[in-house]
């Protein structure tokens, strides 16, 4: 009865910080300060050696306070507290979602390489793979939650790219259908893809379920990537982003984001601590209010398909995925209306008490039409595809209570 591992949600309210550094505050105050006093010039040079990797921290030595692009109480507690969702070594927090991605891409990727990415990805992760990284001479090539390991690697090997791709990056489940992609296979495809002088780095965009019900590292995945302005930040009210995992992989984040400078700053830190608090029961309510919210769905007239992966079953081919990679259906959850834009527009509009807006996760519910949208971007093609027709809705599902979520749903498919 010495020990104990608390669960996570446990520890969100007092890992990492020392109250008696700050006073006894009870919370950790908002460190808004650009650097930090060395008690004398041995530990300023102490501190350095440690920050510019010159030397390893022994084991009992606290990272030294610097200067808040280098590391900042706000962010140092939040990093220790979300890597226990996730049990990654360490964590990176950034100023967005969006500098999270491009910055590991810029890390594991040189001129030559190659990225294979799953289809669809968020737009902006779309954007910056296929129009920004080619002008650095560094080329995506996409695969659908369709193709098998063994159709993967043939396209792989069709166009001669088996010794030019580098990372493997992934978002599973995808948005906005809940495709569902296999870690493990993405882990046995790097695996015949590695040399020993190269290995290919895995990276999973775990901002769609959120930290707690999908952990991709314990499948194989080397970093795994938030835009922590969903699920993590979750009340709408800040722009962030996270990095996770192993640290051989994280001191080179870590590394670049200093050099980048897209750290984020104390008073996002502080929001960020603020709502993992919560976080857990946040998911939880959402979670549930979203399979109601998707059996109701499930038996309406004016409703031709359901994307919801509370409703898979055996004979679904991402079933034993799904069993094997999550622990809960997630609070996102689309739909196809019988009809098309048209109809689908009626209903957003006729929306009393959710919101129209794109990004997801947070505790208010939201509606949105991916096709005009969010996922605009994607080509025809790919739209086909991916299933996201002119009929589709996306919907996260908020807090609230869930018999007005479904009332609200229901007046405003009346009006179609
Ligand atoms: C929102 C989002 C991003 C981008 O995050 P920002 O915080 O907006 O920069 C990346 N991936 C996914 C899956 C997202 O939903």
Redesign the pocket.
């Known amino acids: 009865m010495h020990n104990r591992d608390f669960h996570p949600e446990s520890l969100m309210m007092t890992h990492g910080y020392k109250p008696e550094l700050s006073e006894g505050a009870i919370k950790c105050p908002i460190f808004q300060t650009s650097t930090f006093v060395f008690k004398n010039a041995e530990e300023g040079k102490a501190f350095f050696e440690v920050a510019y990797g010159k030397r390893e921290k022994d084991p009992h030595e606290e990272l030294g306070l610097i200067y808040s692009r280098l590391n900042n109480p706000d962010l140092q507690i939040l990093e220790e507290r979300l890597s226990l969702w996730d049990k990654a070594d360490e964590c990176c927090v950034f100023e ?4 999270a ?1 491009s910055t590991v891409m810029l890390e594991f990727l040189r001129p030559g390489d190659v990225i294979l990415y799953s289809k669809p990805v ?1 737009g ?2 779309d954007h910056f793979v296929n129009k920004v990284l080619p002008e650095y001479g560094i080329n995506g090539l996409g695969f659908t939650s369709e193709q098998s390991k063994d159709e993967v690697l043939e396209m792989i090997k069709s166009k001669d790219l088996r010794s030019k791709v580098k990372v493997i990056y992934i ?1 599973t489940p995808a ?1 906005p259908t809940n495709a569902l992609f296999d870690i493990e296979m993405c882990k046995e495809i790097a695996d015949e893809l590695s040399t020993p002088d190269q290995e290919v780095v895995i990276v999973v ?1 775990n ?2 379920m959120g930290p707690l019900w999908q952990q991709p590292l314990k499948h194989g995945a080397d970093l795994v990537v938030y ?4 699920y993590i930040g979750g009340h709408s009210d800040l ?3 996270a990095v996770l995992g192993k640290s051989a992989h994280m001191q080179r984040v870590r590394r670049l984001r200093t050099f980048l400078g897209n750290m984020a700053g104390p008073w996002t830190g502080w929001l960020l601590m603020r709502s993992l608090e919560t976080l857990k029961i946040r998911m939880t309510q959402q979670a549930e209010n979203a399979k109601h919210v998707a059996d109701f769905l499930l038996n309406h007239p004016k409703v031709e398909k359901v994307y919801y992966l509370g409703h898979l079953t055996e004979g679904d081919p991402s079933y034993k995925t799904y069993k094997n990679q999550l622990s809960c259906a997630g609070a996102m959850v689309s739909f196809d209306v019988k009809g098309g834009e048209k109809e689908a527009f009626k209903f957003l509009n006729s929306l009393k008490l959710m919101k129209l807006a794109v ?2 996760g947070s505790t208010e519910s939201l509606a949105e039409h991916p096709a005009t949208m969010t996922h605009s971007d994607v080509s025809d093609e790919d739209r086909d595809l991916l299933h996201i027709s002119d009929k589709l809705v996306r919907l996260s599902i908020g807090v609230e209570h869930y018999s007005d979520i479904i009332w609200d749903i229901e007046q405003a498919l009346e009006q179609i």
């Open positions: 967005s979602g969006m500098s991605i968020y902006g992760t978002e948005n965009d901002t769609y835009s922590a302005t969903k722009i962030a982003g990004s997801l």
